[in-house]
């Protein structure tokens, strides 16, 4: 699956498997590095998606805020 296109859930669990092989494993050194690179390019779409969630949960409170001053919704940007 592409990288971009993984759950926030799916990324965490990359990262557990690749802690989990970290500790739990004899691995030579080239095979640890690695994993810590997979680990910590997982961590960061996961830290990605929770940025982006954020966001929208940002826009959703504003909109909601606004809502209640004038009586309307705002189109949500992006969608």
Do not use: W
């Amino acid at each position: 699956m592409d990288e971009n296109t993984k759950t926030l859930e799916q990324h965490m669990e990359d990262v557990e498997t690749v802690v989990n092989r970290l500790e739990g494993e004899e691995l030579s050194l080239e095979e640890a590095l690695s994993l810590y690179e997979q680990g910590i390019k997982s961590l960061r779409m996961a830290e990605q998606a929770i940025g982006t969630a954020e966001k929208k949960m940002q826009i959703l409170k504003e909109q909601t805020l606004s809502e209640d001053e004038d009586g309307e919704a705002d189109p949500v940007e992006g969608d």
